[in-house]
Protein backbone atom coordinates (compact mmCIF):
# COMPACT_ATOMS: atom_id res chain seq x y z
CA UNK A 1 0.00 0.00 0.00
CA UNK A 2 2.87 2.46 0.30
CA UNK A 3 2.55 2.98 -3.28
CA UNK A 4 -0.50 3.79 -4.13
CA UNK A 5 -1.22 7.14 -5.46
CA UNK A 6 -2.26 9.49 -2.32
CA UNK A 7 -4.97 12.96 -3.08
CA UNK A 8 -2.38 16.13 -2.95
CA UNK A 9 -5.39 18.18 -0.46
CA UNK A 10 -4.10 21.72 -1.58
CA UNK A 11 -5.10 20.62 -5.38
CA UNK A 12 -7.84 17.72 -5.08
CA UNK A 13 -5.26 15.77 -7.37
CA UNK A 14 -3.72 12.20 -6.93
CA UNK A 15 -0.10 12.44 -7.35
CA UNK A 16 2.70 10.04 -7.49
CA UNK A 17 6.00 10.13 -6.53
CA UNK A 18 8.65 8.09 -7.77
CA UNK A 19 10.35 5.28 -5.28
CA UNK A 20 13.21 4.77 -7.86
CA UNK A 21 16.47 6.70 -8.96
CA UNK A 22 16.34 6.95 -12.46
CA UNK A 23 20.33 7.14 -12.68
CA UNK A 24 21.02 3.62 -10.82
CA UNK A 25 18.03 1.92 -13.49
CA UNK A 26 19.98 3.27 -16.38
CA UNK A 27 23.14 2.20 -15.41
CA UNK A 28 22.08 -1.49 -14.40
CA UNK A 29 20.51 -1.36 -18.05
CA UNK A 30 23.95 -0.37 -19.44
CA UNK A 31 25.66 -2.88 -17.63
CA UNK A 32 22.91 -5.59 -18.95
CA UNK A 33 23.72 -4.52 -22.55
CA UNK A 34 27.39 -4.99 -22.25
CA UNK A 35 27.63 -8.18 -20.20
CA UNK A 36 25.37 -9.69 -23.30
CA UNK A 37 28.28 -8.06 -25.53
CA UNK A 38 30.65 -9.79 -24.44
CA UNK A 39 28.93 -12.78 -24.23
CA UNK A 40 28.09 -12.52 -28.29
CA UNK A 41 32.06 -11.58 -28.06
CA UNK A 42 32.84 -14.54 -26.67
CA UNK A 43 30.67 -16.44 -28.81
CA UNK A 44 32.02 -15.85 -32.23
CA UNK A 45 35.52 -15.80 -30.62
CA UNK A 46 34.92 -19.44 -29.21
CA UNK A 47 33.39 -20.59 -32.94
CA UNK A 48 35.75 -18.99 -34.53
CA UNK A 49 38.37 -21.06 -32.71
CA UNK A 50 36.68 -24.29 -32.91
CA UNK A 51 36.13 -23.74 -36.76
CA UNK A 52 40.07 -23.14 -37.06
CA UNK A 53 41.13 -26.26 -35.35
CA UNK A 54 38.44 -28.25 -36.95
CA UNK A 55 40.03 -27.09 -40.42
CA UNK A 56 43.79 -27.55 -38.97
CA UNK A 57 43.51 -31.14 -37.43
CA UNK A 58 40.14 -32.37 -37.98
CA UNK A 59 41.53 -35.39 -36.63
CA UNK A 60 40.87 -33.70 -33.08
CA UNK A 61 37.40 -33.23 -33.30
CA UNK A 62 35.10 -36.35 -32.43
CA UNK A 63 32.98 -37.74 -35.24
CA UNK A 64 30.27 -40.31 -34.04
CA UNK A 65 30.39 -43.62 -35.92
CA UNK A 66 27.56 -44.84 -37.72
CA UNK A 67 28.41 -48.50 -37.92
CA UNK A 68 25.30 -49.23 -35.92
CA UNK A 69 23.01 -48.29 -37.92
CA UNK A 70 24.60 -51.16 -40.67
CA UNK A 71 24.98 -53.68 -38.41
CA UNK A 72 25.01 -56.69 -41.17
CA UNK A 73 28.14 -56.64 -42.33
CA UNK A 74 28.10 -59.89 -44.81
CA UNK A 75 24.43 -61.35 -45.57
CA UNK A 76 24.24 -64.46 -47.98
CA UNK A 77 20.62 -65.91 -49.12
CA UNK A 78 20.97 -69.28 -50.68
CA UNK A 79 17.87 -71.22 -51.83
CA UNK A 80 16.76 -74.30 -49.86
CA UNK A 81 15.59 -76.26 -53.34
CA UNK A 82 19.04 -75.78 -54.64
CA UNK A 83 20.98 -77.28 -51.49
CA UNK A 84 18.35 -79.71 -49.73
CA UNK A 85 16.04 -82.69 -51.85
CA UNK A 86 12.26 -81.82 -50.98
CA UNK A 87 11.03 -82.51 -47.16
CA UNK A 88 14.52 -83.04 -46.46
CA UNK A 89 17.57 -81.68 -44.32
CA UNK A 90 20.51 -83.57 -45.85
CA UNK A 91 22.68 -80.95 -48.02
CA UNK A 92 22.99 -82.43 -51.81
CA UNK A 93 26.30 -83.04 -52.66
CA UNK A 94 26.43 -80.68 -55.51
CA UNK A 95 25.41 -77.87 -53.55
CA UNK A 96 28.55 -78.36 -51.31
CA UNK A 97 30.44 -76.44 -53.53
CA UNK A 98 28.29 -73.36 -53.36
CA UNK A 99 29.01 -73.53 -49.32
CA UNK A 100 32.16 -73.70 -49.85
CA UNK A 101 32.35 -70.34 -51.77
CA UNK A 102 29.82 -68.98 -48.80
CA UNK A 103 32.76 -70.82 -46.32
CA UNK A 104 35.46 -68.86 -48.57
CA UNK A 105 33.93 -65.65 -48.14
CA UNK A 106 33.39 -65.61 -44.36
CA UNK A 107 35.50 -63.51 -42.32
CA UNK A 108 38.75 -63.85 -41.32
CA UNK A 109 38.42 -62.35 -37.32
CA UNK A 110 37.55 -64.74 -34.85
CA UNK A 111 34.66 -63.48 -32.37
CA UNK A 112 32.26 -62.92 -35.00
CA UNK A 113 28.11 -63.74 -35.07
CA UNK A 114 27.15 -65.96 -37.77
CA UNK A 115 23.47 -66.64 -38.29
CA UNK A 116 21.64 -69.33 -39.86
CA UNK A 117 18.05 -68.71 -40.63
CA UNK A 118 16.08 -71.38 -42.06
CA UNK A 119 12.60 -70.54 -43.86
CA UNK A 120 10.27 -72.76 -45.24
CA UNK A 121 7.20 -71.76 -48.17
CA UNK A 122 3.66 -71.82 -46.89
CA UNK A 123 2.71 -74.44 -48.60
CA UNK A 124 5.53 -76.98 -47.79
CA UNK A 125 5.79 -79.54 -44.98
CA UNK A 126 3.17 -80.17 -42.10
CA UNK A 127 6.08 -79.72 -39.64
CA UNK A 128 7.50 -76.61 -41.27
CA UNK A 129 9.67 -75.37 -38.30
CA UNK A 130 11.06 -78.30 -37.32
CA UNK A 131 12.56 -78.93 -40.91
CA UNK A 132 13.62 -75.15 -41.31
CA UNK A 133 15.41 -75.22 -37.89
CA UNK A 134 17.37 -78.91 -39.09
CA UNK A 135 18.29 -77.46 -42.44
CA UNK A 136 19.73 -74.10 -41.14
CA UNK A 137 21.61 -76.50 -38.25
CA UNK A 138 23.00 -79.05 -41.49
CA UNK A 139 24.33 -75.74 -42.84
CA UNK A 140 26.16 -74.46 -39.75
CA UNK A 141 27.44 -78.22 -39.23
CA UNK A 142 28.83 -78.23 -42.62
CA UNK A 143 30.43 -74.38 -42.79
CA UNK A 144 31.68 -75.13 -38.44
CA UNK A 145 33.11 -78.10 -39.93
CA UNK A 146 35.18 -76.14 -42.91
CA UNK A 147 35.84 -72.76 -40.79
CA UNK A 148 36.10 -74.14 -37.48
CA UNK A 149 33.48 -74.54 -34.53
CA UNK A 150 35.21 -72.21 -32.14
CA UNK A 151 36.13 -69.63 -34.84
CA UNK A 152 32.55 -67.91 -34.59
CA UNK A 153 29.82 -67.54 -32.23
CA UNK A 154 27.44 -70.03 -34.15
CA UNK A 155 23.49 -69.28 -34.18
CA UNK A 156 20.78 -71.44 -35.46
CA UNK A 157 16.95 -70.65 -36.26
CA UNK A 158 14.66 -72.09 -38.03
CA UNK A 159 11.40 -69.41 -38.81
CA UNK A 160 9.01 -71.85 -40.97
CA UNK A 161 6.42 -70.21 -43.00
CA UNK A 162 6.30 -67.25 -40.26
CA UNK A 163 8.66 -65.10 -42.31
CA UNK A 164 7.91 -65.63 -46.37
CA UNK A 165 8.91 -63.32 -48.95
CA UNK A 166 5.35 -62.91 -50.35
CA UNK A 167 2.27 -62.87 -48.39
CA UNK A 168 0.10 -64.86 -50.47
CA UNK A 169 -0.25 -68.32 -50.00
CA UNK A 170 -0.43 -69.88 -53.59
CA UNK A 171 1.41 -67.32 -55.43
CA UNK A 172 3.50 -68.57 -58.18
CA UNK A 173 4.41 -66.07 -59.96
CA UNK A 174 6.30 -64.83 -57.04
CA UNK A 175 10.18 -65.57 -55.40
CA UNK A 176 10.14 -69.30 -53.48
CA UNK A 177 10.18 -68.60 -49.46
CA UNK A 178 12.08 -71.86 -49.03
CA UNK A 179 15.55 -70.12 -48.27
CA UNK A 180 19.11 -70.24 -45.80
CA UNK A 181 20.16 -67.04 -45.29
CA UNK A 182 23.25 -66.66 -42.99
CA UNK A 183 24.10 -63.18 -41.63
CA UNK A 184 27.48 -62.01 -40.07
CA UNK A 185 27.08 -59.26 -37.50
CA UNK A 186 29.70 -57.91 -35.33
Given at each position: ????????????????????????????AAAFVFRGAVLV?????????????????????????????????????????????????TIRPESFRLLDE?????????????????????????????????????????????????????????????????????????????????????
Open positions: MANLPTPDKSTGKSSIKPSGDFSQTGRSVSAIAGMSMGLAIAFSRPDLIWQPSLNFLNYKNQQFTLSADALFEPNKAVAAKLPLATGKKVRINGHMDLSKAADELTLSYLRASSVKEYLARLRGESTYYWMVVGYGSSRPLTNRAGDSSSKSSDRIEIFVDD
